[in-house]
Nanobody, 118 residues
């Protein structure tokens, strides 16, 4: 089992930035690829970004490319999502996930709300 806890969400104006964090506990953090997903009201959960166990390889949804950066610190059992140039359409609950690359979705956090005002 892997327990995941997200933090860092909040309310920000369009054009602003936020950094989400995901702290893992339980089984070996470095043994899993990690990822971020999001779900907006009335929409299905969608993939945002993923990172391999070592952190060498990453991938992004088209909506995140050039604005979001995923990273991880295996020594701290923590993954991050730096979000810049935020848009109102980025408003969603953001979920941290652990599993297997390229779409890690075996374990899930409880989510953190990101709201971008126009």
């Amino acid at each position: 089992q892997v327990q995941l806890v997200e933090s860092g969400g909040g309310l920000v104006q369009a054009g602003g930035s936020l950094r989400l964090s995901c702290v893992a506990s339980g089984r070996t953090f470095s043994g899993y690829a990690m990822g971020w997903f999001r779900q907006a009201p009335g929409k299905e959960r969608e993939f945002v970004s993923a990172i391999t166990m070592s952190g060498v390889n990453t991938r992004y949804a088209d909506s995140a490319k050039g604005r979001f950066t995923i990273s991880r610190d295996n020594a701290k059992n923590t993954m991050y999502l730096q979000m810049n140039s935020l848009k109102p359409e980025d408003t969603a609950v953001y979920y941290c996930a652990a599993g297997f690359y390229p779409v890690p979705g075996h374990y899930w956090g409880q989510g953190t709300q990101v709201t971008v005002s126009s």
